[in-house]
């Protein structure tokens, strides 16, 4: 492997050798080439340099022309208009002159008839006058008896206003204390519910061991004598030592403490003769607990078991017995402190159940979830119940009591408020009687003063008319006098202007303008053809120079591959000399170590053998086994099938099950637990008897004794949601309001942005354009929520025109104009803008770098560009581009004053 590398390295060095002397003749190639480009690039811009002074002589000489030309033809359209203006004044003054004097003869006719009109109106006047005194009376009268009406029906609507607040309150307060009614009245029945439970349970024996539980059963019913019952249910535990008790009494938590030792021994016949198991006995008249030892004072010991509960003074010898040599400390740290003591050492538990033996063993972890609420929380739940549920009976009680007294006072509110109602619709009629007498009279009043005033702004105006007719036509024939000697005037004026226009011409001045741009035109084409060849001849040599470098570079990078393929070479002949003296050390390691596998491999053929033996006897048995679990499950559940369809057909029944099958024995209803004799097969006679009564429970139906207590529940939800939906009814009352207010707050808001954002468009685009204008535009300002933008520009020599009409670099100017007038109104921490200078030329882009520069104190542009004017006033520039390889690279530069350094 390492002669194959260094071949391969020889025979790259020498193809690197060839391709670094055939670069070098193309660099030396290039470099001519470079010069004379360069020399024709120099002679061309100085050709082009010559043709920009002779454009720039034609130019001056065309606009000298075109200023005497401007100039005439400015001089003769101020004659034309002087003149079209003197004309229009003459055919004003005629046609004044002649409106005049047929004004004059139609205001004499008219004098006449006011004069006529005038004394009608006077003799109408005073009719009218005589006919207002007499409504006026009649209205105040009214007026009158309406007031005093009025002010009756406000004093029995504030009376109901003030009526109706105080039943809606009192209702609201009966309907708050009736849900706290009905909440108290369920705590109340699951509180029963659950101490009738706990009462069943207890005198059941539920929880307890068979044996146990007979025992208990048979003492409720009077077959046993002297049994006080299981320890756990004659001591009163605290609930922070619940679980410490039950884990240092254990098992002897059940045992069952009875009155002497007679009792003992014949409840322990009692179960053997029954068969009801096994059950340990504490009587009390035999019972010698151990003498108890001083407790340790130390630290974290709550005292002996037995001191730490409460119970009757008859059962202390079996507390002392059971509890009397535990002692109860808060953790296995203190447990540890005094099992390790010397002399007496007792058994411990910690608060949390841990125990400790007085041989050391310890015992503890965590319980399994079923463990907890046992026998003592269950006893402690018991004797609490009473209590709480007197308490909530109580609270049920005096809630009823208050609800009651509302009920009386809305009662007696609402009558009260049914007669302040009739009060005031007997009044709302005279009311409304005399409010129609009332319009009827003002109608009249108001009829009367309207025909007075009327006449009387008829004969007033027509005194001033007649005044006026004197005063205007005087007026008039003065008006004509003037008239008649501005028309003379305006005839000489107009014959003068008529000469003086005849007299001039601008043919000559016109023909020289048009000389002057033709050879400006031809100047300017040859000006375009020599910018086309430098700049052809700039490429070129940009082109030239370009292709020297990237061998320079190739050149380079020949060198340095060149040296390491060198020293590569030198380092692999000394790896070679390396590599050969450990290959001979370790070929005569080679058979020993062979030879020694080909027996281990030997070995292990045989062990697999066995192994594979061995596993398919497993197999065989997993499948038996599993087979014999299948089958057994599949008979358990054929025999639950059975027991299921006799409960359904017979109700509750004790069944007489074999040995080994496990089954749950059902409660001991003796009245309603049918106990059904041991059959082979089922009698005819029974299956028909079985197939009638089925056919009478399918007929009966379904039955719902709940019905009662499910249609309260229903009620009482019912009124709870009337209430929730009166509240959300309000509360989207609430909603509506707010969002009215918040449609108002964003019309301001947006119209106020509008108006600062289009005042800026207005001004960014004059500066992007160096001219022209632009305006934003609402197309539906009426609905702020749905309207849009309309962008209106007018670039500089073009007629006003939308966004669709302009070229691409006015559309992109115009969106550079509104992208900078948007972050000037309201600055952003950063905007991207993406090559926005494509389609401008160099002068664009001058006038938007400089309004980026301004805006960049405001915010941070992220600008992709091509364009090296734009680059310029970066602060941090990132370059991407692909090498030979096809692999992007990236190049970031950041501007440090001056020069560029890397940016970090």
Same mark, same amino acid.
Not at 1 to 28: F, G, P, T
Not at 261 to 267: E, I, M, P, S
Not at 746 to 759: G, L, P, S
């Given at each position: 492997?390492?002669?194959?590398?260094?071949?391969? *390295?020889?025979?790259?060095?020498?193809?690197?050798?060839?391709?670094?002397?055939?670069?070098?003749?193309?660099?030396?190639?290039?470099?001519?080439?470079?010069?004379?480009?360069?020399?024709?690039?120099?002679?061309?811009?100085?050709?082009?340099?010559?043709?920009?002074?002779?454009?720039?002589?034609?130019?001056?000489?065309?606009?000298?022309?075109?200023?005497?030309?401007?100039?005439?033809? *400015?001089? #003769?359209?101020?004659?034309?208009?002087?003149?079209?203006?003197?004309?229009?004044?003459?055919?004003?003054?005629?046609?004044?002159?002649?409106?005049?004097?047929?004004?004059?003869?139609?205001?004499?006719?008219?004098?006449?008839?006011?004069?006529?009109?005038? /004394?009608?109106?006077?003799?109408?006047?005073?009719?009218?006058?005589?006919?207002?005194?007499?409504?006026?009376?009649?209205?105040?009268?009214?007026?009158?008896?309406?007031?005093?009406?009025?002010?009756?029906?406000?004093?029995?609507?504030?009376?109901?206003?003030?009526?109706?607040?105080?039943?809606?309150?009192?209702?609201?307060?009966?309907?708050?204390?009736?849900?706290?009614?009905?909440?108290?009245? =369920?705590?109340?029945?699951?509180?029963?519910?659950?101490?009738?439970?706990?009462?069943?349970?207890?005198?059941?024996?539920?929880?307890?061991?068979?044996?146990?539980?007979?025992?208990?059963?048979?003492?409720?019913?009077?077959?046993?004598?002297?049994?006080?019952?299981?320890?756990?249910?004659?001591?009163?535990?605290?609930?922070?030592?619940?679980?410490?008790?039950?884990?240092?009494?254990?098992?002897?938590?059940?045992?069952?403490?009875?009155? +002497?030792?007679?009792?003992?021994?014949?409840?322990?016949?009692?179960?053997?003769?029954?068969?009801?198991?096994?059950?340990?006995?504490?009587?009390?008249?035999?019972?010698?607990?151990?003498?108890?030892?001083?407790?340790?004072?130390?630290?974290?010991?709550?005292?002996? /078991?037995?001191?730490?509960?409460?119970?009757?003074?008859?059962?202390?010898?079996?507390?002392?017995?059971?509890?009397?040599?535990?002692?109860?400390?808060? !953790?296995?740290?203190?447990?540890?402190?005094?099992?390790?003591?010397?002399?007496?050492?007792?058994?411990?538990?910690?608060?949390?159940?841990?125990?400790?033996?007085?041989?050391?063993?310890?015992?503890?972890?965590?319980?399994?979830?079923?463990?907890?609420?046992?026998?003592?929380?269950?006893?402690?739940?018991?004797?609490?119940?009473?209590?709480?549920?007197?308490?909530?009976?109580?609270?049920?009680?005096?809630?009823?009591?208050?609800?009651?007294?509302?009920?009386?006072?809305? =009662?007696?509110?609402?009558?009260?408020?049914?007669?302040?109602?009739?009060?005031? +619709?007997?009044?709302?009629?005279?009311?409304? *009687?005399?409010?129609? @007498?009332?319009?009827?009279?003002?109608?009249?009043?108001?009829?009367?003063?309207?025909?007075?005033?009327?006449?009387?702004?008829?004969?007033?105006?027509?005194?001033?008319?007649?005044?006026?007719?004197?005063?205007?036509?005087?007026?008039?024939?003065?008006?004509?006098?003037?008239?008649?000697?501005?028309?003379?005037?305006?005839?000489? #004026?107009?014959?003068?202007?008529?000469?003086?226009?005849?007299?001039?011409?601008?043919?000559?001045?016109?023909?020289?303008?048009?000389?002057?741009?033709?050879?400006? !035109? =031809?100047?300017?084409?040859?000006?375009?053809?020599?910018?086309?060849?430098?700049?052809?001849?700039?490429?070129?040599?940009?082109?030239?120079?370009?292709?020297?470098?990237?061998?320079?570079?190739?050149?380079?990078?020949?060198?340095?591959?060149?040296?390491?393929?060198?020293?590569?070479?030198?380092?692999?002949?000394?790896?070679?000399?390396?590599?050969?003296?450990?290959?001979?050390?370790?070929?005569?390691?080679?058979?020993?170590?062979?030879?020694?596998?080909?027996?281990?491999?030997?070995?292990?053929?045989?062990?697999?053998?066995?192994?594979?033996?061995?596993?398919?006897? &497993?197999?065989?048995?997993?499948?038996?086994?599993?087979?014999?679990?299948?089958?057994?499950?599949?008979?358990?559940?054929?025999?639950?099938?059975?027991?299921?369809?006799?409960?359904?057909?017979?109700?509750?029944?004790?069944?007489?099950?074999?040995?080994?099958?496990?089954?749950?024995?059902?409660?001991?209803?003796?009245?309603?637990?049918?106990?059904?004799?041991?059959?082979?097969?089922?009698?005819?006679?029974?299956?028909?008897?079985?197939?009638?009564?089925?056919?009478?429970?399918?007929?009966?139906?379904?039955?719902?004794?709940?019905?009662?207590?499910?249609?309260?529940?229903?009620?009482?939800?019912?009124?709870?949601?009337?209430?929730?939906?009166?509240?959300? @009814?309000?509360?989207?009352?609430?909603?509506?309001?707010?969002?009215?207010?918040?449609?108002?707050?964003?019309?301001?808001?947006?119209?106020?942005?509008?108006?600062?954002?289009?005042?800026?468009?207005?001004?960014?685009?004059? #500066?992007?354009?160096?001219?022209?204008?632009?305006?934003?535009?609402?197309?539906?300002?009426?609905?702020?929520?749905?309207?849009?933008?309309?962008?209106?520009?007018?670039?500089?020599?073009?007629?006003?025109?939308?966004?669709?009409?302009? +070229?691409?670099?006015?559309?992109?100017?115009?969106?550079?104009?509104?992208?900078? *007038?948007?972050?000037?109104?309201?600055?952003?921490?950063?905007?991207?803008? !993406?090559?926005?200078?494509?389609?401008?030329?160099?002068?664009?882009?001058?006038?938007?770098?400089?309004?980026?520069?301004?805006?960049?104190?405001?915010?941070?542009?992220?600008?992709?560009?091509?364009?090296?004017?734009?680059?310029?006033?970066?602060?941090?520039?990132?370059?991407?581009?692909?090498?030979?390889?096809?692999?992007?690279?990236?190049?970031?530069?950041?501007?440090?004053?001056?020069? &560029?350094?890397?940016?970090?």
């Amino acid at each position: 492997e390492m002669a194959r590398e260094q071949a391969v *390295a020889r025979e790259r060095i020498r193809s690197l050798k060839a391709e670094q002397d055939r670069l070098e003749a193309e660099i030396e190639l290039l470099t001519e080439s470079i010069r004379a480009e360069e020399t024709r690039w120099q002679e061309a811009r100085t050709a082009l340099n010559a043709i920009h002074e002779e454009r720039n002589h034609h130019q001056r000489q065309l606009l000298e022309a075109q200023a005497a030309l401007q100039a005439l033809e *400015a001089e #003769r359209l101020e004659t034309e208009r002087a003149l079209n203006e003197a004309r229009a004044r003459l055919m004003e003054l005629t046609t004044a002159i002649h409106d005049r004097e047929s004004r004059i003869a139609h205001a004499q006719e008219q004098r006449q008839a006011l004069k006529e009109q005038l /004394a009608h109106s006077q003799e109408a006047m005073t009719e009218a006058e005589a006919r207002i005194i007499d409504l006026q009376a009649q209205w105040d009268a009214i007026s009158a008896r309406l007031q005093d009406i009025g002010r009756r029906i406000s004093d029995l609507q504030e009376k109901h206003r003030l009526a109706e607040a105080r039943e809606r309150e009192m209702v609201v307060r009966r309907a708050r204390l009736e849900r706290q009614r009905n909440e108290f009245m =369920a705590q109340a029945r699951e509180l029963q519910a659950r101490y009738d439970l706990l009462d069943r349970l207890r005198a059941e024996g539920e929880g307890l061991f068979a044996g146990v539980k007979q025992v208990v059963r048979a003492s409720h019913q009077g077959q046993l004598q002297g049994v006080l019952g299981p320890i756990a249910t004659l001591i009163q535990v605290p609930d922070h030592l619940e679980q410490a008790i039950e884990v240092a009494l254990g098992g002897r938590l059940q045992d069952v403490v009875v009155a +002497s030792w007679d009792d003992a021994q014949a409840a322990i016949d009692y179960l053997k003769r029954t068969r009801g198991g096994r059950a340990t006995f504490l009587p009390l008249d035999n019972l010698r607990p151990q003498r108890r030892q001083n407790a340790p004072r130390e630290k974290g010991v709550l005292g002996w /078991a037995a001191d730490l509960i409460a119970y009757q003074r008859e059962i202390e010898p079996a507390v002392e017995l059971l509890l009397g040599q535990i002692l109860v400390v808060e !953790d296995l740290n203190v447990a540890r402190r005094i099992s390790r003591g010397r002399g007496y050492r007792p058994r411990i538990v910690t608060l949390e159940g841990d125990y400790v033996h007085p041989g050391g063993s310890v015992s503890g972890g965590s319980r399994h979830q079923r463990q907890k609420g046992g026998v003592l929380a269950r006893e402690r739940e018991y004797r609490q119940l009473p209590d709480q549920i007197a308490k909530a009976q109580g609270r049920v009680k005096r809630l009823e009591e208050e609800i009651e007294s509302l009920s009386q006072a809305i =009662a007696a509110i609402e009558e009260e408020r049914t007669h302040l109602v009739q009060a005031a +619709s007997e009044l709302g009629a005279q009311e409304k *009687a005399l409010t129609s @007498e009332l319009a009827q009279v003002q109608s009249a009043l108001d009829q009367a003063r309207q025909l007075h005033a009327w006449h009387e702004a008829q004969a007033q105006e027509r005194k001033l008319e007649l005044e006026n007719f004197g005063r205007r036509l005087a007026q008039l024939r003065e008006e004509i006098a003037a008239l008649s000697q501005e028309r003379t005037a305006s005839d000489n #004026r107009i014959a003068a202007l008529e000469e003086k226009l005849a007299a001039m011409g601008s043919a000559g001045l016109m023909q020289a303008v048009a000389q002057a741009q033709a050879r400006l !035109d =031809a100047i300017e084409e040859r000006v375009r053809a020599q910018a086309a060849i430098a700049m052809e001849l700039e490429q070129r040599l940009a082109k030239v120079r370009e292709d020297r470098t990237r061998r320079q570079a190739r050149m380079e990078a020949i060198d340095q591959e060149w040296r390491a393929l060198e020293e590569r070479l030198t380092a692999l002949a000394e790896a070679m000399d390396q590599t050969n003296h450990r290959y001979e050390a370790l070929r005569g390691q080679i058979e020993p170590a062979q030879a020694e596998l080909d027996a281990v491999e030997n070995g292990w053929i045989e062990h697999d053998a066995r192994g594979e033996a061995l596993r398919a006897r &497993l197999h065989q048995e997993e499948r038996q086994l599993n087979q014999a679990q299948l089958a057994q499950q599949r008979a358990e559940d054929h025999l639950k099938y059975l027991r299921k369809q006799i409960e359904n057909d017979f109700g509750l029944v004790a069944f007489e099950n074999e040995a080994g099958v496990a089954s749950q024995e059902p409660l001991p209803f003796d009245r309603i637990v049918t106990t059904l004799p041991r059959l082979t097969e089922i009698p005819p006679e029974t299956q028909a008897e079985i197939r009638r009564l089925k056919a009478l429970l399918r007929r009966l139906g379904p039955v719902n004794p709940e019905a009662q207590a499910e249609y309260q529940a229903t009620k009482e939800r019912f009124e709870f949601l009337t209430q929730q939906s009166q509240d959300l @009814e309000e509360a989207a009352g609430q909603l509506d309001q707010v969002i009215r207010e918040l449609d108002q707050l964003m019309d301001q808001e947006f119209r106020r942005t509008f108006k600062a954002v289009a005042k800026a468009f207005t001004h960014y685009f004059t #500066r992007l354009f160096g001219g022209g204008t632009a305006k934003l535009t609402l197309t539906d300002p009426k609905d702020i929520t749905n309207t849009g933008v309309e962008i209106i520009a007018r670039p500089p020599g073009k007629r006003p025109a939308n966004l669709t009409m302009l +070229s691409g670099g006015e559309r992109a100017l115009t969106a550079s104009a509104l992208i900078f *007038a948007i972050i000037s109104v309201s600055p952003t921490p950063f905007a991207v803008l !993406d090559e926005i200078d494509a389609a401008l030329d160099e002068a664009n882009i001058g006038r938007v770098r400089d309004a980026l520069t301004e805006l960049s104190e405001k915010a941070q542009f992220i600008i992709i560009t091509h364009s090296r004017a734009t680059l310029e006033i970066a602060d941090t520039i990132y370059g991407v581009s692909m090498g030979q390889d096809g692999i992007s690279q990236v190049l970031s530069l950041k501007l440090d004053g001056d020069r &560029l350094a890397k940016a970090a």
